[in-house]
């Protein structure tokens, strides 16, 4: 049986041991809003990891809501925050899908998928009267491209606007240390289970939910009490990552005469995407059938044949492969099959 290397953490993370264990554990629990030592048994488990978040984003776990994962906490805020007096979001162009669904402008990138801070400067002037609040992510999930967070926080503080930031490919790669008022999380990007997440509400927001007196009553509904707990744990456990590895992935790419996107940005350190001269589902086929698992950028966009919107807002064109590495993880096995598989695919092109 081919061995198999899993090379795409920004789709989903592995399950870290810890938050295995404690999501198991936590199967069992009762109702955490019950009125028994069972029901304050469960509750524990919540608030403890309420404040594992807390103390991951460095915030106050009062300000921790938990979610059903990113796509649900981005939702949340750019839905709520707008009002008939403020109906506007304005966001970068490369954020994810579930950020563009409610942005009415979005702030043009340079060719490394950095956001224009001399775009975004026009943009406040033009429309400050009229936004609810700026979208704009911590670190790209298609390249790993980080954004200029402080200057970006100076500028929209100045308009007096409210900043949120979709941080869901920040942590276990780097600190999450973010200048926002709001910020997404999600649980299996850092090796937490799927299908959970927070938002950070440092300011007010409406409800998303109604009906019970779960998280304060703004996201009601029965807690998910063992992916909460496996959130948790998987923020006690995360740490950062070095580039160290990346870059030997991304000297072999570059040596086929791959183009690196954002190469000239910060980025994060697990990520690599790369342009090839051959369409990169065939060498995300090629390494698949060699047996390692990468993608050609997000998991919501693979398999669709629409050209990513993060490539076409860096004024480029093509399929990148993304290959996104997971705390700790050996990329020696890896480097001769990915030497061998785009030596293959250039040998087949020139025959
Ligand atoms: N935001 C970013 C930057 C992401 O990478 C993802 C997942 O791919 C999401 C949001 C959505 O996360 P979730 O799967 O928790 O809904």
Known sequence: MTRRFYLDANATAPLHPAARAATVAALDAANPMSPHAAGRDAAMIVDRARSAVGRLVRRDPREVFFTAGATEANTWILSRLRSDARPLVLASAVEHPSV?????????????????????????ARHAERL??????????????????????????????????????????????????????????????????????????????RGGPQERGLRAGTHNVAGIAGMGAAAEACGTMAAAARDQL????????????????????????????????????????????????SACSSGSAAPSHVVQAMGLSGTPVRLSLSPGQDVAPVIPILEHVLASLEDACEW
């Open 250 to 297: 991304q000297a072999v790419c570059e040596a086929h005469g791959g183009r690196v996107l954002g190469k000239g940005a910060a980025r994060l350190p697990n990520t690599l995407s790369v342009l090839f001269d051959q369409p990169g589902d065939l060498v995300v086929m090629a390494l698949d059938l060699a047996g390692v698992c990468a993608s050609t950028g």
């Open 100 to 124: 563009l669904a409610w942005a009415d402008h979005t702030v043009p990138v340079d060719e490394d998928g950095v956001v224009r801070l001399d775009a975004l400067e026009a943009l406040l």
């Open 132 to 209: 609810a609040v700026v979208s704009v992510m911590a670190a790209n999930n298609e390249t790993g491209v980080l954004q200029p967070l402080d200057e970006i926080a100076a500028r929209v503080r100045a308009a007096g606007l409210l900043l949120h930031c979709d941080a869901t490919q920040l942590p276990g790669r780097l600190p999450v240390a973010v200048p926002a008022d709001f910020i997404t999380l999600s649980a299996h990007k850092f090796g937490g289970p799927k299908g959970v997440g927070a938002l950070v509400a440092g300011a007010a927001v409406e409800a998303l939910l």
